[in-house]
């Protein structure tokens, strides 16, 4: 399959959101195909964990649709607002792993949720999915006792418990140490490949976007739109906005 073909999974389409008196896009639309690593970008406060929330159905938008595999995150019913909900796997940025549960607890328990497993064919996916995230050994562990990669990657492991093969990750380098970062992006790109996911990820950080960004997603406050969409080369080299060229170049202000 070549890169025009590919699926789209996520359509965001003709969408406006924000809050009264406080448009944050307005009229935006784009795909994310199968099997892309897309990174969303913008500075603070211009509504980058706002279009997650709207992507995965938590924030109802003004106008416009998101389609996920085809089907309406927003104006579908409820029924099946939660049956596409549970296709996406999130990971917010403190990993909010729940503190009084071990670690394999906390990767089993959306499927103590939502599934009828008995409990070893659970125990046996959580370790599974613990070991795909190469911390086979922290299953017993408390989240107190992680490090903060470790945190980041048991977010992971439980965001894919259900078989979600979208991912959503909200800032996964964040505070950690950029050998743990990086291993961390290694993992990501062997997950793309193992398990053909695709990733949606909301980061500035310039050495993970040119490890693993296929494309990257530029918002932009003033115009309320998207002013930049390609692959991090691309824009470095080509978008003909010198504040988007700057920013892959990571020139401080007065450079260009
Ligand atoms: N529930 C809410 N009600 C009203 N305004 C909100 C709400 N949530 C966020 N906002 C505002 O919407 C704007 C966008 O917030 P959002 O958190 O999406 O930005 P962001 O790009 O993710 O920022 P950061 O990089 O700082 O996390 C901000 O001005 C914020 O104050």
């Keep these: 399959m070549t890169e025009n073909n590919k699926k789209s999974v996520i359509r965001v389409e003709n969408l406006t959101m924000g809050w009264p008196g406080k448009i944050l896009l307005e009229n935006v639309s784009f795909d994310?195909?199968?099997?892309?690593?897309?990174?969303?970008?913008?500075?603070?406060?211009?509504?980058?964990?706002?279009l997650m929330k709207t992507i995965i159905g938590l924030n109802p938008p003004m106008a416009g649709d998101i389609l996920i595999r085809?089907?309406?995150?927003?104006?579908?019913d409820q029924e099946k607002i939660a049956e596409i909900q549970r296709g996406l796997g999130i990971m917010y940025q403190s990993g909010a792993?729940?503190?009084?549960?071990?670690?394999?607890?906390?990767?089993?328990?959306?499927?103590?949720?939502?599934?009828?497993?008995?409990?070893?064919?659970?125990?046996?996916?959580?370790?599974?999915?613990?070991?795909?995230?190469e911390?086979?050994?922290?299953?017993?562990?408390?989240?107190?006792?992680?490090?903060?990669?470790?945190?980041?990657r048991a977010g992971i492991a439980r965001a894919l418990a259900l078989g979600?093969?979208?991912?959503?990750?909200d800032e996964?380098?964040?505070?950690?140490?950029?050998?743990?970062?990086?291993?961390?992006?290694?993992?990501i790109l062997r997950l793309r490949?193992?398990?053909?996911?695709?990733?949606?990820?909301?980061?500035?950080?310039?050495?993970?976007?040119?490890?693993?960004?296929?494309?990257?997603?530029?918002?932009?406050?003033?115009?309320k739109s998207i002013i930049a969409d390609g692959s991090p080369e691309e824009l470095r080299e080509h978008s003909p906005n010198p504040r988007v060229r700057q920013f892959f170049n990571a020139q401080p202000d007065g450079e260009e």
């Design 97 to 133: 792993l729940f503190g009084s549960l071990t670690v394999l607890e906390n990767v089993r328990f959306p499927l103590d949720q939502f599934t009828k497993l008995p409990m070893p064919a659970k125990d046996l996916t959580s370790q599974m999915l613990l070991a795909a995230l």
């Design 32 to 50: 994310i195909l199968q099997n892309e690593i897309v990174f969303i970008m913008g500075g603070s406060g211009c509504g980058k964990s706002t």
């Design 172 to 187: 996964p380098s964040a505070g950690l140490d950029p050998i743990t970062a990086a291993n961390l992006d290694e993992t």
């Design 193 to 223: 490949k193992n398990l053909n996911c695709t990733f949606v990820i909301v980061s500035h950080e310039l050495k993970s976007i040119f490890r693993i960004a296929d494309r990257c997603l530029m918002l932009d406050p003033v115009s």
């Design 70 to 76: 085809r089907e309406s995150i927003i104006h579908s």
């Design 164 to 169: 979600a093969t979208i991912l959503l990750l």
């Design 135 to 152: 911390m086979p050994h922290a299953a017993n562990l408390m989240p107190g006792e992680l490090s903060g990669g470790m945190i980041k």
